[in-house]
């Protein structure tokens, strides 16, 4: 779940999940208040998704999304892993898909992170490539102009279709990223290549007042990002 550097407010939550549990809890984060939500899909095809989730559960995921969408989440995203050899010849129809299922599709250069085993640049699929791809099929794209800093780029097809790219590996965007990922756990993690993160279950789970542990919480995130210096992607 995105934590936000200052000012928190419940619309800017974004909820991402690999969807395999999210066909029987969508419902439930509607009713939460969720408003966004990212679902990991790097292809559209289950030997491959196997492959490269080293799981079997496309089926479930694909699940997931018609319930996103079926019980009204709404800026719903698709992000998608692009790996050269695996699944770079969907581009197409990950678009395709997402339009058919309300989802705006975010396609993302594959990055050298931890658990990334076999990573080797010769399989990075860079967003110059992507876009000249993706026009050999729809023509003529436009990017949109955007004062934001959020990862994507985002870019507009001749059909009205949007859809972005998170060029992490050929153009790092660190020093402009203004969010972090909380797991399940309670662990706060201010980049993707962090090896540590921050115990945030400590301080909540702590007994104090709820005030304090209200002020204590603040004062960890405040000085949390203030401090960082991961710059992993840099």
Not at 50 to 64: K, N, P, Y
Not at 100 to 111: S, T
Not at 141 to 168: K, Q
Not at 194 to 212: F, I
């Amino acid at each position: 779940m995105r934590v936000l550097a200052a000012n928190p407010r419940i619309e800017d939550l974004a909820l991402t999940t690999n969807g395999v549990l999210l066909a029987e809890q969508a419902e439930a984060l509607r009713l939460a208040g969720i408003y966004r939500i990212t679902i990991s899909l790097d292809t559209l095809l289950p030997e491959p998704f196997l492959a490269m989730t080293r799981r079997d559960h496309h089926a479930r995921v694909l699940a997931g999304i018609a319930a996103a969408r079926r019980v009204g989440l709404k800026g719903t995203k698709l992000g998608t892993v692009v790996v050269r050899g695996m699944n770079d010849a969907e581009l197409v129809k990950l678009i395709e898909f997402g339009c058919a299922n309300g989802a705006e599709v975010r396609f993302i250069e594959y990055m050298d992170v931890p658990g990334a085993t076999k990573w080797v640049t010769e399989r990075v699929l860079s967003r110059a490539e992507m876009l000249a791809r993706l026009e050999l099929h729809y023509g003529q794209i436009t990017a949109i102009t955007e004062d934001t800093s959020a990862p994507a780029s985002r870019f507009l097809l001749p059909n009205g279709a949007v859809f972005g790219i998170i060029a992490s590996t050929t153009t790092p965007f660190c020093e402009r990223r203004n969010c972090s990922r909380l797991t399940a756990d309670g662990m706060w993690y201010r980049c993707l290549y962090a090896a540590a993160g921050t115990d945030l279950r400590r301080v909540l789970r702590s007994g104090a007042p709820h005030e304090e542990i209200s002020a204590r919480l603040a004062t960890v995130i405040r000085n949390g990002w203030q401090g960082r210096k991961d710059r992993g992607a840099e």
